[in-house]
């Protein structure tokens, strides 16, 4: 035997003993886990009865297969993550290193033991060891460009708002730290084993290991003090996040999962939470107003206890990260909203409101305590005074989520688009706006006007509906009607702005004119159309909504009777009215095909029924609004139309596609003043004319009112034109018809 292998034998004969050193850190390792699993499966517990406080959401365990799927694709795949480029790739491999490099964590246990130990079965193949250290140097990659970029945005530096403003920043940084010397210490063990020749794997498969070994010396305690350390850094992680529940940064690592699996709409491409609205529920049941009682149902949200589970799920998921507090227009402009900060307020509230409801406290619908006192009277007084806040109340009353708050959201779903655990913010929003218009008939008093003249007029500006038809005047064709013809594949749904609004009613004819010169059998409702009811649902009237869409499905179903519903076509030029015909009618027992006129157009004109034969010139610029690209994933058809239709390319702004700005019309916010800081439509007109282009096209009649109003408003109404997507068709079409000239303004 050689010298080299008797020292080798020694050295592992001395390893292979439990020494005083090995004595100690198993002692110390046995300790900390044991505290830390303690308070973990305490956290659980509480966080578990805590969710379990919401109301049923049966809905949510549908399509096992499909959420399965979605879950895995979104995780695995970080489909949400990966749209931020650098940091989603950074972000993947973070936490594909938390999961596989658990095992690591768990190997420390036998290497504290003895410093030549490993995973039984595993820990010796070359494979496992290959794979643990890709990941490991990847993941000290991505953990040192996530904690540049948190340091690069924190919310004190020189200059603009950060995302992470309003973040719990420590934690945030706690988390990193930590990923970043777990990942050190298992290179440090490695080294060790190394250093000692103890190490399994060759040098090809494991070379940073072997370059760290290099430069270690050959301490043979130095792999079970380094593997307690590493359980040591672990466990208190998993220590300080047990003692704060409300921790998102960390403990979304592991609610993420069930989040995503448990979404409304696992098939959806992009946020599920986007499209329809959720339906107003008591008990986990959709509310009929035919049927429901004040006293015994319930109506919106009044009380945090009275969200879904999966709301209080989403609260206790989120990270934290601001994605969807960059996006929001809302506090992008001044305003007091930021999605982020409102879900951590209702989180924060829950959490804190907790023992007072598991003590089985909380109000009956009629206002009632139904706890009794001696329930009551073990309570801490920071339960009881967190339980007597408003739900929605302002700094001097104590609420939870100020009504500025509240109010200031336009639903554009720029958070629910980002988002990467799939909260479904626009949905909590509208229910709390629910019960402040329906119980407590609290909202902007200019809205009231609009709210009358739906229940009274049918439509929001109050106009006559004997004058619905008066936009087909002039025209040099005849406009059918249904009823007076039955052979039609499109019913043309016009729209309130489509009949009422000066400018929405250029693009009603355009859509009739092109629609006429391809040939397509079209016909209208005419008198017999209402208003959809998309501002009343989104400003939280349900009431409003339902008997609106009641009265339209009814008429839509005899209008398409006997048709199946592939053949029970619908054509709509305003996106809200196209959203809330095709995917919320379906749960009043409407079911129909709808398109949007983009959509329509785009195909006439690749069927060459439309042919474009003079290109409109001077820079077009595209505006995508929310209900069309971002809540229904429409982006190429209005972009393909204006391809065929003007000359050279389109000039896009930085903000497009799904990342597109709002307008600052949508949830109803049309009809309410914006008071607070500055005006959304100002802000995007800016980044439209800051592209050059003397044309800004957009395919929805409220987008058209609101960026107008912003080009009037920087005084370049000679310079800049808005104008829809289907009337620079129609120029290029037919270039000899006559135009009226520049958009006007708005009737009412």
């Known amino acids: 035997m050689t010298e080299r292998s008797e020292v080798i034998r020694q050295q592992t004969g001395e390893a292979n003993s439990m020494g005083s050193v090995q004595i100690v ?27 379990r406080l919401g109301q049923p959401a049966p809905e949510r365990f549908t399509d096992k297969g499909a959420r399965t799927k979605t879950m895995l694709v979104e995780t695995a795949g970080h489909t949400r993550m990966l749209k931020w480029g650098v940091v989603g790739a950074a972000h993947w491999f ?25 995973l039984p079965i595993i820990g010796h193949w070359t494979i496992f060891g290959l794979a643990t250290e890709v990941i490991t140097v990847l993941g000290l990659v991505g953990i040192l460009v996530l904690m540049a970029i948190r340091l690069r945005n924190r919310p004190n530096r020189p200059g603009g708002r950060s995302r992470f403003t309003g973040s719990t920043m420590w934690q945030g940084y706690f988390v990193e730290w930590i990923v970043l010397l777990v990942l050190i210490f298992g290179l440090l063990i490695r080294g060790f084993k190394v250093a000692t020749d103890h190490f399994e794997y060759p040098f090809w498969a494991t070379p940073v290991s072997h370059a760290v070994g290099a430069v270690l010396p050959a301490w043979q305690d130095g792999t079970s003090v380094a593997a307690v350390i590493k359980i040591i850094i672990s466990m208190t992680w998993l220590i300080v996040i047990s003692l704060n529940v409300t921790m998102g940064v960390a403990w979304h690592r592991f609610l993420a999962f069930p989040n995503i699996f448990f979404k409304r709409e696992p098939t959806r491409p992009a946020g599920s939470g986007l499209g329809a609205l959720r339906p107003m529920t008591s008990q986990g049941k959709p509310l009929d107003f035919e ?74 619908l009629t206002g009632e305590e139904k706890a009794t006192q001696a329930q009551l009277a073990h309570l801490d007084v920071l339960a009881l005074a967190e339980a007597d806040k408003p739900l929605i109340g302002t700094a001097e009353e104590g609420g ?43 909202f902007p008093s200019e809205a009231g006007v609009m709210l009358r003249n739906l229940e009274n007029k049918g439509n929001p500006w109050g106009a006559p509906q004997n004058t619905r038809e008066d936009w087909t005047k002039g025209l040099d064709f005849e406009v059918p009607r249904v009823g007076e013809v039955d052979d039609f594949e499109y019913l043309f749904w016009v729209g309130c702005a489509g009949a009422f609004e000066d400018r929405a009613k250029k693009t009603t004819r355009a859509v009739a004119t092109l629609l006429n010169e391809a040939g397509v059998k079209f016909a209208i409702l005419g008198e017999g159309e209402t208003c959809s009811g998309d501002p009343a649902r989104r400003i939280g009237n349900e009431f409003v909504f339902q008997m609106l869409a009641q009265q339209n499905v009814e008429t839509l179903n005899e209008a398409f009777e006997g048709r199946e519903k592939a053949k029970r076509k619908i054509v709509a030029t305003c996106p809200h009215c196209f959203n809330t015909l095709g995917n919320e009618y379906g749960q009043l027992g409407g079911e129909f095909e709808v398109v949007h006129h983009t959509q329509l157009l785009a195909h006439l004109v690749s ?24 809540h229904n994933r429409i982006f190429a058809a209005p972009r393909e139309v204006l391809g065929d239709a003007i000359e050279g390319e389109l000039t896009e702004m930085p903000r497009n596609s799904e990342r597109s700005f709002c307008c600052g019309a949508g949830g109803a916010r049309m009809w309410m003043e914006e008071k607070i800081g500055k005006r959304i439509n100002v802000d995007r007109v800016e980044e439209a004319m800051a592209t050059g282009a003397k044309t800004v096209a957009v395919g929805c009649p409220f987008c058209s009112t609101m960026l107008n109003d912003g080009v009037n408003g920087k005084g370049a109404g000679e310079q800049v034109e808005v104008i829809d997507v289907a009337s620079v068709l129609l120029r290029s079409v037919k270039p000899e018809q006559p135009q009226g000239g520049k958009e006007t303004a708005p009737v009412g």
């Open 25 to 51: 850190t198993t002692i110390l390792a046995a300790a900390i886990t044991a505290v830390a699993v303690w308070l973990a499966v305490r956290a659980v517990l509480k966080m578990t009865a805590v969710i």
């Open 94 to 118: 973070v936490m594909v290193g938390f999961i596989v490099l658990s095992l690591l964590v768990l190997e420390a246990y036998f290497e504290v033991v003895t410093p030549t130990g490993g």
């Open 291 to 364: 049927e429901a009682d004040p006293e015994k149902d319930q109506f919106g949200v009044a009380h945090v206890e009275q969200f879904s589970w999966k709301g209080l799920l989403d609260f206790s998921t989120c990270t934290e990260c601001g994605r969807c507090q960059s996006q929001c227009p809302a506090w992008n402009t001044g305003k007091p909203l930021s999605p982020k900060l409102l879900v951590l307020s209702l989180r924060d509230h829950a959490y804190a409101k907790a023992p007072y409801l598991l003590a089985g406290g909380g109000k009956d």
């Open 400 to 442: 939870v989520i100020d009504p500025d708050v509240l109010w200031s959201c336009t639903t554009c779903g720029a958070c629910v688009e980002q988002c990467p655990v799939d909260i479904e913010h626009v949905d909590h929003i509208v229910d709390m706006r629910r019960y402040q218009v329906l119980i407590e008939s609290s």
């Open 607 to 630: 069927t060459g029924k439309l042919t474009p034969v003079q290109p409109v010139d001077g820079g077009v610029t595209y505006h995508d609004p929310c209900y069309l690209g971002r």
